[in-house]
């Protein structure tokens, strides 16, 4: 099993858009109360998303 480029360009591009989704929920959790609370359900949404992202990835190989 070999990684050639395209591969680790979308590995690259999953990881990019896991930061964004890290940078935008934290932006959402500076909001008193409610972006508290609403930051609680997003990181929950934002793990099964990445791990979708990362497994549809990785079954390419």
Do not use: C, H
Not at 20 to 45: D, E, H, K, Q, T
Request: hydrophobic share 60%.
């Amino acid at each position: 099993m070999s990684l050639d480029l395209k591969n680790i360009g979308n590995y690259i591009v999953v990881y990019v858009l896991t930061l964004m989704i890290f940078v935008l929920i934290s932006l959402i959790a500076s909001v008193p109360i409610i972006g508290w609370l609403i930051s609680i359900f997003a990181y929950f949404y934002r793990l099964i998303v990445v791990s979708v992202l990362f497994g549809e990835v990785y079954a390419q190989n």
